[in-house]
């Protein structure tokens, strides 16, 4: 008898053969663990807490409007595609293409002066940017109207052309038009769930950016929790990762420490969860890690 799971008379297999098929199927996904690609976002502690973003995450960031949501989302992308060269996909559908382009182009002239934004931009700085972005794979969609369904046809056609993606981050959540029409609620927690199977479809992590409505504000502490995204269907069940940003001077204009920014990992689900401390600057557009 050939040695395998070979199905014999009446559908029976012989135990051997599935403890063999057991140790080779182990033996192959041990492997491939080893040699997936987990992404780092740039932000070290951020990445000792998830372990790198791994193939197939959803990952959820979420916060109040103006917090600085996007931003986070821009400076990951810039740090998976420019500094590990690792092909990324921004689906800005809140911004412009040629907005975001020069908001990184402002980020990039500030971080090289070590100044505030100006809006003053010679073309010394275009040249600049221009040859720092030259081998970047990063790949910006900027349409208004998107469905999932469009957002994975356009994904499979940039890989003919890009390669295998190595992360999808959306901004944001609620704009992204459903497919049906039977209320908000149902609406999203349908676009979450069709996100999380992109994620595996595509065997690479995706992140959406989600609002947080006002009930965040009514507590004294204004931190916010799981519950917060209640209103945003199976959201919090449907992410393998959730990531909250809070930032006290976005509340406190007088706060004593306001370039202070918290990641705070709300769920996990491969590891623990905890708060991040990092540095918001304004005046460079970005997030740093925050040194001890």
Do not use: W
């Not at 057991?22 to 502690?45: A, H, M, Y």
């Not at 002066?113 to 275009?126: F, I, K």
């Not at 959406?208 to 209103?231: C, G, H, I, M």
């Amino acid at each position: 008898m050939s040695i395998g799971a070979k199905v014999l008379s009446g559908g029976f297999h012989r135990i051997h053969d599935l403890a063999n098929d057991l140790v080779n199927t182990s033996q192959s996904r041990r492997k491939k663990d080893s040699e997936s690609t987990r992404i780092r976002s740039g932000f070290s502690k951020l990445d000792d807490v998830t372990s790198g973003f791994q193939p197939s995450d959803f990952i959820v960031i979420a916060s109040r409007p103006s917090v600085g949501k996007s931003t986070l989302a821009l400076n990951i992308a810039r740090n998976v595609a420019i500094d590990q060269m690792i092909p990324v996909a921004f689906f800005s559908l809140e911004m412009s293409k040629q907005s975001l382009v020069r908001r990184m182009l402002y980020d990039e002239k500030a971080e090289h002066e070590g100044m505030p934004h100006s809006r003053s931009v010679l073309m010394n700085d275009l040249l600049r940017f221009a040859a720092h972005t030259q081998q970047a794979p990063l790949f910006v969609h900027d349409s208004a109207i998107v469905t999932v369904d469009d957002i994975r046809d356009n994904l499979q056609a940039l890989e003919i052309v890009a390669g295998q993606i190595g992360l999808v981050i959306i901004d944001y959540l609620q704009l992204i038009k459903p497919s049906t029409s039977h209320g908000r609620v149902p609406e999203v927690r349908e676009t979450s769930r069709r996100l999380k199977y992109l994620a595996r479809e595509m065997m690479c992590p995706v992140i959406v950016l989600s609002q947080l409505s006002r009930a965040v504000e009514t507590r004294a502490n204004k931190r916010p929790l799981l519950r917060d995204l209640s209103e945003s269907g199976s959201l919090a069940d449907d992410a393998d990762i959730v990531l909250f940003l809070y930032r006290d001077s976005y509340y406190d204009p007088e706060s004593d420490k306001p370039e202070d920014a918290e990641v705070i990992v709300a769920k996990n689900r491969c590891g623990p969860i905890g708060t991040i401390e990092l540095l918001f600057k304004p005046s460079l557009g970005k997030f740093q890690n925050k040194s001890i």
